[in-house]
T-cell receptor, first 115, second 110 residues
């Protein structure tokens, strides 16, 4: 158990809809990362927050947004969903701002299916 | 960010030692080398991290030559449960995040 909790585990929704994915980091971790994994794209970095502030941005679509709250949990909002957004969405946390000298701890992901 | 190159797939049998080599010719002075393991439908799991020479933990060893242009993850006596994708990552910059490549799919057979 990594200590990172993601909810829900599964989500099925229709195109055009909006969903919110939730992540609770390990106790004491200040950084939260969001990754998307689909079969044809591998693990894609979306966005990182550190202590409530956006720290790094990857290939995150404009239809997607995220935030980290004062209690350090994070939410990833996906809107105007398309079939291609179907994927596993992982949240990870670490104790440091840099992900390279502080191991990331991943949750078990939210599987999003857009129909 | 230093680009990494690793084999797409490897096959092994239970009980054998497996060595996965990662090439990172453009590694920077301050870069760390980190390996993660991922099972299907699970998030990646940190295995080991090193900067130079050799690092060993209860799961694996990481060998890094003096020029640091490559590294080798060594898994002793693999079992069926070691079947997974293994990712090699290199970097150090704050303000960037881990970029995962395709990884190496290790298949262990009995």
């Amino acid at each position: 158990d990594s200590g990172v909790t993601q909810t829900p585990k599964h989500l099925i929704t229709a195109t055009g809809q909006r969903v919110t994915l939730r992540c609770s980091p390990r106790s004491g971790d200040l950084s939260v990362y969001w990754y998307q994994q689909s079969l044809d794209q591998g693990l894609q970095f979306l966005i990182q927050y550190y202590n409530g502030e956006e720290r790094a941005k990857g290939n995150i679509l404009e239809r997607f947004s995220a935030q980290q709250f004062p209690d350090l949990h994070s939410e990833l909002n996906l809107s105007s969903l398309e079939l291609g957004d179907s994927a596993l969405y992982f949240c990870a946390s670490s104790g440091q701002a840099s992900s390279y000298n502080s191991p990331l701890h991943f949750g078990n992901g939210t599987r999003l299916t857009v129909t | 960010l230093a680009k990494t190159t690793q084999p797409i797939s490897m096959d092994s049998y239970e009980g054998q030692e497996v060595n996965i080599t990662c090439s990172h010719n453009n590694i920077a002075t301050n870069d760390y080398i980190t390996w993660y393991q991922q099972f299907p439908s699970q998030g990646p799991r940190f295995i080991i991290q090193g900067y130079k020479t050799k690092v060993t933990n209860e799961v694996a060893s990481l060998f890094i030559p003096a020029d640091r242009k490559s590294s080798t993850l060594s898994l002793p006596r693999v079992s069926l449960s070691d079947t997974a994708v293994y990712y090699c990552l290199v970097g150090n910059q704050a303000g960037t995040a881990l970029i995962f490549g395709k990884g190496t799919t290790l298949s262990v057979s009995s």
